[in-house]
């Protein structure tokens, strides 16, 4: 409770900081675009982790103001890269599922893309499997009605959650994360099939495979011999501050 009341002070000052994570292509290195993370440092609490204060948000209503305010954060952040004259880099933000499926999710983001006077294609949407996809007929026409904003979209934390693979085939998306738990895991037997399964899964598809949580050089050529060309992790970057993201 006493997290719920302060996040809600914190989200009415705007208190709620970003961190970037690069997805790197794995052969060459390359930073290929970035994952926004939300940060709350309170000055009541000190630094809580995401774990808690995401699904905090979630359960008292809050995680659509909370991603409303990353979202700005990240479009300041590249219209300050374009006045400055900086290349734009493409950024992923995290939409739960209450955000995804509320009705004005689409209308207020291209407004704020228009105020700020970014265009559609710098920003792409990752949404966890975990939502289930419950409602697949309504997903499908709001990733529809993204791509034709414009807008990517991607699908977190996939194999964490309880859908068939068949509902992918049907999901305008272009691009699946193999979840970090796979990651970390490839050396036993049973979850190298898995993953070396999705990523065929998604190269049939047309989708980009992007490999979550790498650690090691040694998950880097796994992935890399499975077919596997973007990646993130703690192995090449840690999410690092927006200004930090600007000396990349
Ligand atoms: O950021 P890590 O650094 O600890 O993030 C922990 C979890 O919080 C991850 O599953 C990440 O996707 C999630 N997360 C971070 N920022 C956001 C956000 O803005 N919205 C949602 N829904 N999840 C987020
Ligand atoms: O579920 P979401 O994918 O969006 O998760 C991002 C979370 O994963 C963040 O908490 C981020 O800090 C964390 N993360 C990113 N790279 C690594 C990594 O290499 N190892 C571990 N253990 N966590 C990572
Ligand atoms: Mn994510
Ligand atoms: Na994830």
């Not at 006045?83 to 739960?96: D, F, H, K, M, P």
């Not at 409602?135 to 959650?161: C, M, P, W």
């Not at 085939?169 to 738990?181: H, M, N, W």
């Not at 993953?195 to 998950?219: D, K």
């Amino acid at each position: 409770l006493r997290i719920a009341n302060e996040l809600s002070a914190a989200l009415r000052r705007e208190e709620i900081d970003v961190h970037l994570q690069p997805k790197v292509d794995l052969k060459s290195g390359k930073i290929i675009s970035f994952e926004a993370l939300a940060r709350w440092n309170s000055p009541e609490l000190g630094s809580i982790a995401p774990d808690v204060f995401i699904p905090a948000a979630e359960k008292n209503g809050k995680i659509r103001l909370l991603e409303q305010v990353v979202f700005k954060r990240v479009l300041t952040w590249l219209k300050k890269r374009k006045e400055l004259g900086l290349e734009l880099r493409q950024v992923a933000v995290n939409i739960s599922a209450d955000h995804f499926f509320h009705h004005s999710f689409i209308p207020h983001l291209v407004d704020r893309m228009a105020e700020y006077g970014i265009e559609h294609k710098w920003i792409q949407l990752e949404i966890t499997e975990r939502i289930g996809f419950v409602d697949i007929e309504t997903a499908h026409q709001v990733f529809k009605k993204l791509n034709r904003y414009g807008f990517t979209s991607s699908v977190d934390d996939f194999g964490t959650g309880y859908s068939s693979l068949s509902y992918l085939q049907k999901l305008p998306v272009s691009e699946i994360k193999i979840d970090r738990s796979f990651i970390s895991s490839m050396h036993e037997h049973g979850t190298l099939a898995i993953v070396r399964t999705i990523i065929q899964l998604a190269e049939n598809l047309n989708m980009t495979a992007v490999a979550e949580g790498i650690e090691t050089e040694q998950q880097r050529s796994i992935l890399v011999s499975l077919g596997c060309r973007v990646g993130q992790g703690y192995f090449y970057y840690r999410p690092m501050s927006l200004e930090e993201a600007n000396l990349l």
